[in-house]
């Protein structure tokens, strides 16, 4: 135990109190027990690289290229997208992948190369390999965007005669990747220090941080291996496709280092086991994304409501509670669309059930809520009691939905309800049953779900807080251990209760977001910070987990606004939701003894802020929800760092505190206390304060008023943005473009929250003498009404 797993386990034990507390100690022996009894200690291991190439078989999209003691099958797909895959290992099964795996390039050829290596030729992206094992991913002209050393292997004892591992999937190994020495990096899921990704060492381990997490904490929640590397040569993502437990070493490079040569930046990728196989899209930024969400799914599009103002709070009450927080909200003016439950609705804290006590008539509440425009919207967690005469548990055991362990029995942890056990999400037998425990949420009236410690969490006195390493699960019919299953098993749950959903109410899209997750996730819905620790350390580490999961993939997330773990001070708690104003999931959450979250709790001048927040969200809802189904269609992520169209400029690569809503807006967060004024690193371009109307040109740095107020949005010039309408209906809002420069925007109307797909409106705007002319694009009337601010100036 290191001394970030001592201080991790202290606070979980603080948190839980005594009595879970000892159970926690009993369950981390036998979890450790458990592992002992079915691991052997490492015995004699053989290391083992490539050897040299011997030969090659053309295949569609590429190839394989056999070395003394490897094969690499490289293969092209049809969007340009890099399959590589050592030791026979291909692209299915994958956790990841949506659906089948995508069509090869036809026109992709394997033909030899220079001193005995390969190539892989195609329209898009050149890819070579040494005679050694080194592979080079290029783009058409030949620029090298990364460099895959010779990996390296730790094999078992027993191989066969080529020297590879009886048993694929056993081996340690270690890959070494070197970039461009001004390379940055981005990515790996949510991390709280970032969201550009320093020189360090990430696990890659879904692990609940025992308590609220600061900064320094790593990993957390929801890691994925997928990095996106941005570069003067261009961009990439790579995605390792391996769910086991790994660490990833970044070290930035040096232009010019030591003789004046550049020194590369690099990555190191230790795994404990599983396929070395990954993926490697090129291209600017929109362009990979987009292929990442080709390649691994549509992000699920939230319902409108959903992208709302939502209250949340460990500790209601009981339903007179939250009555008195609606009718607070309604009878301030303040808008609210949705509630959100906590662990303290469920009778004991049993899944699936009802404190009868608190909330008697939890259906009534809902239908009252819903006719006034605010839904309800569960927690779910995966652990059952493991107690003869619960409901779930009795249907579980008698689905043999549990996760168990070699010899067959149910392997058992403790979390809020005790002794519990753990559906096995991995079999999609289980998750069918699972999907159905749902009917009884919405019987209760509920919108919506959340998925929390789905890590899994087993609380831990020492140790990983999660289950045995050698508890067994299904894995589609493979069969394994919890070594390989661990990381997905958010996402499976949140695939469960997605499907379920959809078949429980096909008519409507699921609302559904899980603290946990893995490569994929997008596909069932989004995610939050989970326990981020009150202060400005933990607000600034929000912004950062939005952008690093959005180029992830995952576009719809945000944090508990105001910090989980503590009461803020008035002005954290507004800045706090005041930057929560411009992101995808608007939430205000709170332990059970950190204090209210509702704004009139502090004080009427907050309150006054917090009203304007609310007001601007409400005005920005269409832009949102262009936004989301933009997302649905490309990729592209609501919230976007600054350098998304111009990942050339390195002053934006390395700029933090600030983040682009789409491609029209600007938003500069105060992010540390006390301040009313700060700079802003503007793109190139026109830009325009939003609450001033006063021009900025760009590329470079101004300094902008930020009272507490407010804080700073600027427009970009040109830009056409959907705004809500005084009459309640949509309109355009135009930013009077630059002389001689045209501008553009786009508008998805609302056509409810059902499957319907609407069409994309597509507008420009242009000068024309002292007036703006916005114009339909492929002609007819603009069709709604159109108001240009910016010519004042």
């Known amino acids: 135990m290191d001394g970030r797993d001592l201080v991790r386990s202290v606070r979980m034990v603080k948190a839980v109190g005594p009595a879970q507390g000892l159970r926690s100690v009993r369950m981390a022996w036998q979890r450790r027990k458990a592992d002992a009894q079915a691991f052997a200690r490492r015995g004699t291991e053989r290391a083992r690289v490539p050897g040299t190439a011997s030969g090659a078989e053309p295949q569609p999209g590429g190839g394989l290229i056999h070395f003394a003691r490897s094969s690499l099958r490289v293969r092209v797909a049809s969007g340009g997208a890099v399959f590589c895959g050592w030791d026979g290992a291909e692209p299915e099964p994958s956790y990841a992948l949506a659906g089948a795996c995508p069509e090869v390039d036809p026109r992709a050829v394997l033909e030899p190369d220079t001193e005995g290596g390969w190539r892989v030729v195609s329209e898009r992206v050149l890819v070579t390999v040494s005679r050694h094992g080194a592979v080079e991913v290029r783009t058409p002209g030949g620029v090298t965007l990364r460099r895959e050393l010779p990996p390296r292997w730790w094999d078992p004892a027993g191989t066969v005669a080529d020297g590879r591992p009886e048993g694929c999937g056993v081996s340690r190994w270690i890959q070494r990747s070197e970039v461009a020495a001004d390379a940055r990096f981005f990515g790996l899921g949510g991390r709280a220090h970032g969201p550009r990704l320093r020189e360090g060492v990430y696990r890659l381990w879904n692990t609940d941080p025992g308590g609220a997490f600061v900064p320094g904490d790593d990993p957390l929640s929801l890691t994925m291996p997928v990095q996106l590397v941005v570069a003067d040569a261009g961009t990439h993502l790579v995605f390792h496709d391996n769910s086991w437990d790994g660490r990833a070493t970044l070290r930035e490079g040096a232009e010019g280092a030591g003789s004046g040569h550049d020194r590369p930046g690099s ?215 919890h070594r390989e299953a661990h990381n997905v098993y958010g996402l499976a749950m949140a695939r469960a209760g997605y499907e379920g959903l959809c078949e429980l109410r096909p008519e409507e899209r699921p609302f559904l977001f899980s603290r946990s997750g893995w490569a994929g996730l997008q596909r069932y819905g989004g995610t ?164 001033t109307g006063r021009a900025y040109e760009g590329p470079g740095r101004v300094v902008v008023d930020a009272p507490l107020s407010r804080i700073p949005v600027l427009a970009r010039a040109g830009a056409v943005l959907p705004v809500a309408g005084a009459d309640g209906g949509t309109e355009l809002e135009v930013w009077a473009p630059a002389a001689g420069r045209r501008g553009a925007g786009m508008v998805v109307p609302d056509v409810g929250d059902g499957w319907r797909r609407p069409e994309v409106e597509r507008f420009t705007s242009r000068l024309e003498g002292d007036s703006v002319v916005v114009e339909r694009q492929g002609g007819g009337a603009v069709g709604y009404p159109v108001r240009v601010r910016g010519l004042d100036i």
């Open 267 to 481: 990555c190191e990728l230790r795994m404990d086991g599983g396929p070395l196989r990954y993926w490697v899209l090129l291209g600017p930024p929109s362009r990979v994304l987009a292929g990442w969400t080709a390649l691994t799914g549509a992000p699920a599009l939230p319902p409108r409501w959903a992208l709302g103002h939502q209250h949340a709070r460990w500790g209601f009450g009981g339903q007179d509670e939250v009555r008195r927080v609606v009718a607070g909200y309604r009878e301030r003016g303040l808008p609210l669309s949705a509630v959100h439950l906590d662990i303290d609705h469920f009778d004991r804290n049993r899944v699936f059930t009802v404190d009868q006590e608190r909330y008697p008539d939890l259906p009534g509440l809902a239908r009252e809520l819903r006719a006034e425009g605010v839904r309800l919207v569960s927690i779910v967690d995966p652990a059952v009691k493991a107690a003869p005469g619960d409901a779930v548990y009795e249907g579980g055991a008698a689905a043999g939905a549990f996760v168990r362990d070699a010899l067959g029995r149910e392997v058992r942890g403790v979390v809020w309800p005790g002794e519990s056990v753990y559906p096995d999400f991995t079999d999609a037998r289980v998750r069918k049953w699972w999907g159905g425990l749902y009917a009884e949420r919405l019987a209760q009236g509920f919108a919506g779900v959340w998925h929390d410690m789905n890590e899994p969490v087993s609380f831990a006195a020492f140790g990983e807080p999660t289950l045995p390493r050698s508890a067994r699960h299904a894995l589609e019919g493979r069969g394994g251990d």
């Open 528 to 691: 939050w910070s989970g326990d981020v620790a009150t202060g400005w350390p933990g607000l600034r580490a929000s912004l950062s987990l939005v952008l690093g999961l959005g180029l992830c993939g995952v576009p719809y997330s945000g944090p508990d606004i105001g910090g989980f773990s503590a009461e803020p001070s008035r002005e954290l708690y507004l800045r706090w939701f005041q930057l929560g104003a411009y992101l995808p999931l608007f939430r205000t959450h709170s332990a059970v003894r950190a204090g209210r979250r509702e704004p009139w709790e502090y004080g009427s001048e907050v309150l006054e802020h917090a009203r304007a927040a609310l007001s601007e969200r409400e005005r920005l809802l269409p832009y949102f929800q262009t936004l989301g189904q933009l997302a649905r269609l490309t990729g592209a992520p609501y919230v976007r760092p600054l350098w998304w169209n111009a990942p050339r400029d390195r002053e934006l690569r390395d700029c933090e505190d600030a983040f682009l809503l789409g491609d029209g807006l600007l938003v500069a967060p105060v992010l540390a206390g006390g301040v009313t004024r700060r700079s802003v690193r503007l793109p190139r371009g026109r830009w325009y304060d939003t609450a």
